[in-house]
């Protein structure tokens, strides 16, 4: 189940970015429903898992009622024979008694009769102790009844639970194996490039194409290279019959301070980087513009920090990181 929360989190990952003005306010109705849709993901997944071990638990509590019902039940009747049976020996004996000296007032039979009296009292405690049992046994069949009735109403909601969970994860696998099969195909699409240039990853989840500055762009400008807008479109044929597939694409920089008469600094440059690619995209393949998000990281979100030369190096990169669609597994959630 630790999927489902893993795809939730990236889910809010990907909506968190900052977004160029000129599609500010489509991406951020888009990315507060994700993030809300997300939110209610994880939230549901949690409190499901906690159910399940409630449910757990509350069957085997019952289990052992039941089971212990069933003993005390069975003990129960066993006594409540044993006691009939002897209070019927009482009753014979005690009118046997009777019969022989009911008229008889020797000593003998004073004593007899002492007896029999004693019989009687002990005969009537036997009844009066039998009469408890009954509805001691009584009681506990009612309670035996409803607990075998609250440990099938418990089975049962355990059953529906774990099959919502194997469907959820079904679908997991399914968009892990669709994911593994993007990555393979991205990466087939681009051999002509080499390690230095581009790499294409999985990571929790999403398939990540991580290109270098020097792929793409000259220093300090949002233009891209026509080797780079090669690459950029072999990806987006690839995508373009993907339709349950989200892009991201971020633009990331290093840390050394960028200014231009047209930009302020490096999250601007960041941000036109992503634009450059996802409008290459888009322009040279059927993608909808709708399932791109186009954001600019600056140099907030580096792969490495230390600050020299090849760090930097490997900081000023744009990646194009591709998610699955939820759809399915909001729908079994809120159903």
Not at 61 to 69: A, I
Not at 126 to 148: G, N, P, V, Y
Not at 169 to 194: C, P, V
Not at 264 to 279: G, H, I, M, P, Q
Request: include cysteine.
């Amino acid at each position: 189940m630790n999927k489902l929360i893993i795809y939730a989190g990236l889910i809010l990952a990907l909506f968190s970015a900052c977004v160029p003005l000129k599609q500010f306010q489509d991406v951020k109705s888009q990315g507060e429903e994700d993030a809300i849709a997300a939110k209610q993901l994880k939230n549901e997944n949690e409190d499901l898992i906690v159910d399940n071990n409630e449910l757990k638990a509350e069957a085997e509590r019952l289990k052992k009622d039941v089971e212990l019902l069933t003993q005390d039940t069975m003990r129960l009747a066993k006594s409540n024979w044993t006691l009939k049976k002897r209070n019927k020996e009482l009753a014979n004996e005690y009118a046997e008694l009777l019969k022989r000296f009911g008229g008889n007032t020797t000593t003998q039979s004073s004593e007899l009769l002492a007896h029999v009296q004693n019989l009687h009292e002990q005969l009537q405690k036997r009844e009066d102790e039998l009469l408890r049992a009954e509805r001691e046994l009584a009681s506990k069949q009612q309670d035996l009844i409803f607990a075998t009735e609250q440990l099938a109403n418990a089975e049962k909601e355990l059953e529906a639970r774990n099959k919502r969970l194997v469907e959820l994860e079904a679908i997991l696998n399914e968009k892990d194996s669709a994911m593994n099969a993007l990555r393979n195909s991205i990466a087939s699409a681009l051999t002509d490039f080499g390690d230095d240039e581009l790499s294409v990853y999985t990571k929790d989840g999403k398939v990540y194409v991580s290109m270098e500055e020097k792929l793409l762009f000259q220093s300090g400008s949002y233009s891209v290279s026509s080797a780079g807008k090669s690459a950029i479109q072999k990806i987006g044929k690839v995508l373009e019959n993907k339709t349950d597939i989200y892009i991201m694409v971020e633009g990331h920089t290093d840390n050394v301070p960028y200014k231009s008469t047209v930009l302020l600094d490096n999250w601007d440059l960041s941000v036109k980087r992503a634009t450059s690619v996802s409008r290459i995209i888009i322009n040279n393949s059927s993608v909808s513009p709708n399932r791109i998000t186009a954001a600019g990281r600056g140099e907030f979100v580096p792969i490495d920090t230390d600050n020299t030369p090849e760090a930097r190096r490997r900081n000023r990169r744009t990646e194009i990181i591709l998610a699955p669609n939820f759809d399915k597994i909001f729908n079994i959630l809120n159903n």
